[in-house]
T-cell receptor, first 113, second 115 residues
Framework: GAGVSQSPSNKVTEKGKDVELRCDPI?????LYWYRQRLGQGLEFLIY????????KSGLPSDRFSAERTGESVSTLTIQRTQQEDSAVYLC???????????FGPGTRLTVT | AQSVSQHNHHVILSEAASLELGCNYS??????LFWYVQYPGQHLQLLLK??????LVKGIKGFEAEFIKSKFSFNLRKPSVQWSDTAEYFC?????????????FGKGTTLSVSS
């Protein structure tokens, strides 16, 4: 079966513009996570979806960041009014159950100019 | 503060040398521990994991890791590295009283293996 997919693979945007990043998790995986990896840093947790429960948004760095997930399928991460410090690789992961093994997508490299 | 620490930022080895990458975490309670690897140009892949049971776990490509609860450590080892092991290695933890469900990652160790 297919792994986690993300689109676009690369995104260059001007400071102040909004961007949307998409994640397609592995079919049947109930848990979906967004992480961010800035240059020279480890991965930072952003947000977590589990089934129909309210998402855990504790990792979102500001109110410019938001995410949605439709049921147990696609998720979209939106960054409004992008800033240069938002430049990073945004990674999506899914797992069959919470606390289970997480499978990562290839990431979206976001560059804010 | 709760954290995952990887002691080595960049490790350079010759082929056939032995490898040990350190990882310590600071979370209380029962945690799940992982090592992920990112080969050049590829996405993160799971190398091995520890949930419970035998504290010595074996993963893919000859890697193993030992969970030492008293030291809050989960060091990665390989007896003889190959050029193809050149990659970035991340230790991660979830579960426990403070870590929650999302993975908390160390900052990564870059391994360069010369042939």
């Amino acid at each position: 079966g297919a792994g986690v997919s993300q689109s676009p693979s690369n995104k260059v945007t001007e400071k102040g513009k909004d961007v949307e990043l998409r994640c397609d998790p592995i079919s049947g995986h109930t848990a979906l996570y967004w992480y961010r990896q800035r240059l020279g840093q480890g991965l930072e947790f952003l947000i977590y979806f589990q089934g129909n429960s309210a998402p855990d948004k504790s990792g979102l760095p500001s109110d410019r960041f938001s995410a949605e997930r439709t049921g147990e399928s696609v998720s979209t991460l939106t960054i409004q009014r992008t800033q240069q410090e938002d430049s990073a690789v945004y990674l999506c992961a899914s797992s069959l159950v919470s606390l289970g093994e997480q499978y990562f997508g290839p990431g979206t490299r976001l560059t804010v100019t | 503060a709760q954290s995952v620490s990887q002691h080595n930022h960049h490790v350079i080895l010759s082929e056939a040398a032995s490898l040990e990458l350190g990882c310590n975490y600071s979370y209380g309670g029962t945690v799940n521990l992982f090592w992920y690897v990112q080969y050049p140009g590829q996405h993160l892949q799971l190398l091995l994991k520890y949930f419970s049971g035998d504290p010595l776990v074996k993963g893919i490509k000859g890697f193993e890791a030992e969970f030492i609860k008293s030291k809050f450590s989960f060091n990665l080892r390989k007896p003889s590295v190959q050029w193809s092991d050149t990659a970035e290695y991340f230790c991660a933890v979830n579960g426990g009283r403070q870590a929650g469900t999302a993975l908390i990652f160390g900052k990564g160790t870059t391994l360069s293996v010369s042939s």
